[in-house]
């Protein structure tokens, strides 16, 4: 199981960390990923971090702001989000799979994340 937490209202330019916990999953065996969808508008890959910490960039979403990570000995990954916009009002899901370059077989629900401005 994936359970993600740590979002909230925040204004903008503000920063918020979210949290994914996997549970019943052999943690350092997995890829993680990040996505989100606003409202109105389909799911989009934020970012993915492989088992051995490398970072994967989804095509079409603007990084620079955003960073994933990972503690293996929490069985936790994270999705730091700096200068936060209004447009990044969303609900953020975390999943996992095998590589981050494969779809991913394991999804948690998500956090909502809500931007002022």
């Known amino acids: 199981q994936l359970q993600a937490s740590g979002g909230g209202l925040v204004q903008a330019g503000g920063s918020l960390r979210l949290s994914c916990v996997v549970s019943g999953l052999t943690f350092d065996e997995l890829a993680i990923s990040w996505f989100r969808q606003a409202p109105g508008k389909g799911r989009e890959g934020v970012q993915c971090?492989?088992?051995?910490?490398?970072?994967?960039f989804y095509a079409n979403f603007e990084q620079g702001r955003f960073t994933i990570s990972r503690d293996n000995a929490k069985n936790t990954a994270y999705l730091q989000m700096n200068s936060l916009k209004p447009e990044d009002t969303a609900v953020y899901y975390c999943a996992a799979g095998r590589l981050c370059k494969y779809g991913m077989d394991y999804w948690g629900k998500g956090t909502l994340v809500t931007v002022s401005s």
């Open positions: 971090i492989s088992d051995s910490g490398g970072r994967t």
